[in-house]
């Protein structure tokens, strides 16, 4: 019977990418910071302060839809995120620049009937 990593150990390396994704964003090590960050892009139920610390503290890993939302804000990769391979190809979304993905992460918490009228303006203002 073999594990290949404790969940512990698991938590513990992800607690690290993720520290080491804030700080090369330049943001502080800050649960605060982190959830008041995190909520303001995640279209779902909020995180609390105790949440991202226990994000930080390798207490927690989160799931995958948050998982995505980090990666997007941080610009890293899900995959380094949660697992640390080495395979940083990056997605259309992190190739994108910081007003890029600063208006995907908006357009997301529209409701449907808001992106419908968004999208209907797009497509206005791409005919030739």
């Known amino acids: 019977y073999f594990l290949s990593m404790s969940s512990q150990q698991e938590k513990l390396l992800f607690s690290q990418r993720l520290k ?3 700080t090369q964003a330049g943001y502080p090590i800050s649960p605060t910071l ?5 909520n303001y892009r995640y279209a ?4 609390s302060v105790q949440s991202a610390n226990h ?7 989160p799931n995958q839809d948050k ?3 980090l990666s997007i804000w941080l610009n890293v990769s899900s995959q380094w995120l949660r697992f640390g ?13 910081d007003v890029d993905l600063d208006f995907f992460l908006k357009f997301k918490k529209l409701s449907p009937s808001q ?3 968004l999208q209907q303006l797009l497509e206005e203002f791409m005919k030739p």
């Open 55 to 61: 994000w930080l503290l390798a207490k927690a890993i």
């Open 34 to 38: 982190l959830s008041t960050e995190f």
């Open 20 to 22: 080491q994704a804030l």
């Open 67 to 69: 998982l995505t939302t």
């Open 85 to 97: 391979d080495q395979d940083q190809s990056q997605t259309i979304l992190e190739k994108s620049n």
């Open 115 to 117: 992106k419908h009228i």
């Open 44 to 47: 779902g139920q909020p995180i």
